[in-house]
């Protein structure tokens, strides 16, 4: 009898040990101080997800409708495969009352409740947990990438719309204004805008607002069965319900530089005055991964974040969740930006957690879906843009506009916050960017920048404001990719990263891509351009390839629809610029295939290759004749394509 009771002891112990490995520190610490009926806000994450690997390359060459919509399915079985363990486990806590509020994230395969330390504990020693994270929010200002704005003030002629309105110094220093010219608004889009809320009452915006189709406002039914009630036109994703109203604050200010149309006085604010603005009002990371998640479920095109995770938080940022979360957007097909602090002037110290490396915050920090060529360090691409700050009267880097690179390796993120656990990292996929103390190049960030100090709708129905920081400059800089979009509903968010990347601005010490100014200043109308002529190589609008010989390849334009069109190889490529620019098949032109781009803008060339193209190398460009939109002759980006084994 006493052997038996030291094995019951023994094999508790092994579940406490076990519970308490996948416990972060934080939530320890949080637990000790609890009482015994306290429910802390947590997420559970499980141990079986599906990662990069995964999805790439095989999603590349989908349509992006299809891409999306095989991706979404596939989560989402996984996840009520692999959640199946943890759910049963909660439920006869969530019926005792001591598990509440539970929701299930089949984007990161987490689910996230208020629970006792018992519950905790209990469940954190399933198999099929992975890691128990604290769900505790940050307060707004620390989250919140902005400076302090100057007073509302009223506009003339409040509700009276000029003839031709006239545009605002954001879309003028973007050049949105001349995308608008060419009849592209942004129509069609449709933007999640993850942040604060949004003043629904405001005139500019009010006709903006995307609408739930599958919901009959104020009847506090779930008509579209999504679990939410009356989620009409988005959904406060911390408080769990319809409630959006931020009283003219922060994320009214973000939404206005997206979608602000002029409707007070005939002045347009916003970069893409004919998009229309889902809502995610956030509180955390775990509710940031909510609203990217609702975005996919309801059909948004792009999604902006202007709240940001720095490493000196408590609990600190989950980059692992963070980098798989982004995987999997990416995968689906969503285009991201996202604001990375405002902790440039903090670059220098050599004690604080937002110095160099660590000074791009969570999720602005994560690699993007394009790999600029000065990359030369090369890993896994990712989901989110982040973007940088630059005046919008001179084009001068903000000082406190961040300073890359970002570290995506342990060793150079335990150098900073020791206590950082090595279970909630994945080294297999995420040391793909070391810093090592400056030996090594990291990841290039921020990836662009995009104007601040610009105008946008305030409190009240028509007041604006001044904004300032990372988080004005990140939808401006969404705004410009959502007209890009709006001309080419195929674009996917590599093209979208690419063309960013290849038409910005250069505007630092080197040519490309650099810490600070990233490829530099966005510009709308640059990037247009290209929109409208996207070449690819087995779905990939890289810089550079590598394809087998033993596979067939697939040569891609994408652009303005029944065009005449012709992709030629060349031998070198030349450029007027470095990088970016006017870039065109140089040497000698080895083959012209002329022909037209389809109803959907597309011209596919498929076919084999013989082997003795191995070793071979060749640059490829597309050119596309627009008598619709630009009434010019259009250039896309080049790839160079290295024939392999």
């Known amino acids: 009898m006493k052997s038996l009771s030291c094995v019951i002891i023994v094999l508790l112990l092994a579940v406490a040990l076990r519970a308490q490995g996948t416990l972060h520190p934080y939530l320890q610490s949080e637990i000790q101080q609890a009482k015994i009926d306290q429910k802390l806000p947590v997420y559970f994450v499980l141990a079986d997800r599906l990662g990069y690997d995964h999805w790439f390359p095989r999603v590349n060459q989908l349509n992006i409708d299809v891409r999306r919509a095989l991706v979404v399915a596939e989560l989402k079985a996984h996840a009520v495969r692999t959640q199946r363990e943890l759910l049963s486990a909660l439920a006869p806590f969530e019926a005792a009352g001591v598990v509440e509020g539970m929701s299930r994230n089949w984007l990161g395969n987490f689910v996230k409740c208020r629970a006792t330390p018992d519950a905790i504990h209990a469940c954190a020693a399933l198999k ?111 408080l769990n319900n319809a409630s959006l109203d931020d009283g003219g604050g922060h994320g009214t200010r973000t939404a206005g530089c997206l979608v602000a149309d002029g409707t007070c006085n005939g002045t347009i604010y916003g970069q893409a005055p004919g998009a229309r603005v889902m809502t995610g009002r956030l509180t955390g990371e775990s509710s940031q991964w909510d609203a990217i998640q609702y975005a996919l479920d309801e059909g948004a095109h792009t999604q902006t974040s202007s709240h940001s995770y720095k490493l000196n938080f408590n609990p600190p940022p989950n980059y692992r969740m963070h980098r798989d979360v982004g995987d999997n957007s990416l995968a689906a097909g969503l285009i991201r930006t996202n604001s990375t602090s405002n902790n440039g002037g903090q670059c220098g110290s050599a004690t604080s957690f937002n110095r160099r490396p660590f000074n791009i915050s969570a999720p602005g920090c994560l690699p993007p879906p394009y790999l600029d060529p000065n990359q030369t360090l090369v890993g896994q691409k990712g989901g989110c843009l982040g ?39 994945d080294p297999a996929n ?30 009240g129905t028509c007041t604006t404001t001044t904004f300032s920081g990372t988080s004005n400059a990140t939808p401006n800089a969404n705004g410009c990719m959502i007209l890009w979009k709006s001309a080419n509903m195929s674009l996917k968010p590599e093209d979208v990263a690419m063309i960013a990347h290849q038409t910005a601005t250069a505007s630092g010490n080197l040519p490309g891509k650099e810490d600070g100014f990233g490829a530099g200043r966005i510009d709308a109308r640059n990037g247009l351009d290209l ?68 109803a959907q803008g597309d011209m596919t060339l498929n076919f084999a290759l013989p082997a003795s193209l191995q070793g071979t190398v060749v640059y490829t460009q597309a050119f596309l004749g627009d008598g619709q939109i630009t009434n010019g002759l259009l250039s896309s980006n080049v790839i160079k394509t290295t024939f392999v084994p």
Not at 184 to 196: E, F, L, Q
Not at 397 to 410: E, I, Q, R, T
Not at 438 to 459: A, F, H, I, M, Y
């Open 128 to 238: 099929s947990v992975a890691e128990v994270w604290s769900d505790r929010s940050p307060l707004p200002a620390q989250v919140e990438d902005v400076g302090a704005p100057v007073a509302d003030a009223p506009l003339s002629n409040a509700g009276f719309v000029l003839p031709n309105p006239g545009a605002g110094n954001g879309p003028t220093e973007t050049r949105a204004d001349l995308v608008w010219c060419l009849g592209i608004d942004g129509s069609g889009v449709v933007v999640m805008n993850s942040d604060s809320g949004i003043n629904t009452g405001h005139n500019d915006l009010a006709g903006r607002l995307w609408t739930n189709p599958g919901e009959i406002p104020g009847n506090f039914i779930d008509d579209d069965g999504n679990g939410k009630i009356d989620d009409v036109y988005g959904w406060n994703f911390g």
């Open 387 to 425: 973007v940088g700050a630059h005046n919008v009267t001179n084009g001068n880097l903000m000082s406190y506009s961040p300073c890359g690179p970002f570290a995506w390796d342990f060793s150079d993120l335990i150098a900073v916050r020791p206590t950082y656990p090595a279970a909630n990292w």
């Open 430 to 459: 995420h040391d793909d960017y070391p810093w090592n103390g400056g030996g090594s190049q990291g990841l290039l960030k921020p990836d662009l920048t995009s104007p601040t100090n610009t105008t946008t709708p305030s409190s």
């Open 531 to 598: 929109a409208l002529c996207v070449h690819r190589i087995d779905g990939e609008p890289a810089w550079a390839v590598d394809h087998s010989v033993a596979q067939p390849i697939t040569l891609e334009l994408d652009g303005v629809p029944n065009s005449a069109a012709l992709i030629a190889i060349g031998t070198q490529r030349i450029a007027t610029q470095t990088f970016g620019g006017v870039i065109g098949i140089g040497g000698t032109t080895l083959i012209l295939w002329l022909a037209s781009t389809d």
